[in-house]
């Protein structure tokens, strides 16, 4: 989620309200969200392709 706080955008977790960065721009926070949202879907993917790694 993006909130704007004191002139600046500040990127936050909607459930812990973590901060994951203060933006000048709205652009800024919304390229950072989507970072934020590439990572914490493609976290389980990554996990699954190691394991078949080290099984040999």
């Given at each position: 989620m993006i909130r704007k706080?004191?002139?600046k955008y500040v990127v936050l977790s909607e459930k812990t309200g973590r901060k994951f960065g203060?933006?000048?721009?709205k652009?800024?926070?919304?390229?950072?969200?989507?970072?934020?949202e590439?990572?914490?879907h493609?976290?389980?993917a990554?996990?699954?392709?190691?394991?078949r790694g080290t099984a040999a």
């Open positions: 706080q004191g002139g203060t933006y000048d721009t652009a800024e926070a919304e390229k950072r969200l989507r970072q934020v590439f990572f914490k493609a976290k389980g990554g996990k699954a392709r190691r394991r």
